[in-house]
């Protein structure tokens, strides 16, 4: 089993930054990929990147690609979520999501553990 715990979650306005982090306990060795999703009341979850344990490999939904950045730091076994430029339309429920096997697509599916997720509010 792999646990996920998200933080950095929170109220800005447009154009402010939130960095969110996401910390695995448990079984980290079986994680190949982390993720991140967001959802919005009523919408499907939506994927936003993930990033490869061991190669670093980055994934980017194509809208957050430039504005959404992915890191990890292994040391501290957590991965980030950078936000620049935040508008309300990325108001939603942020979810960090573990894939134990090699990734074939970045559907929800693919992702075997979520944390509970961070909610984040973008005033106008």
């Known amino acids: 089993q792999v646990q996920l715990a998200e933080s950095g979650g929170g109220s800005v306005q447009a154009g402010d930054s939130l960095r969110l982090s996401c910390a695995p306990s448990?079984?980290?060795?079986?994680?190949?990929?982390l993720g991140w999703f967001r959802q919005t009341p009523g919408k499907e979850r939506e994927f936003l990147a993930a990033?490869?344990?061991?190669?670093?490999?980055?994934y980017y939904q194509g809208s957050v690609r430039g504005r959404f950045s992915i890191s990890q730091d292994n040391a501290q076994n957590t991965v980030y979520l950078q936000m620049n430029s935040l508008q309300p339309e990325d108001t939603a429920d942020y979810y960090c999501a573990a894939a134990t096997e090699v990734l074939m697509g970045t559907s929800p599916g693919q992702f075997a553990y979520w944390g509970q997720g961070t909610q984040v509010t973008v005033s106008p």
């Open positions: 990033i490869t344990r061991l190669r670093n490999t980055t």
């Open positions: 448990g079984r980290t060795s079986s994680i190949y990929a």
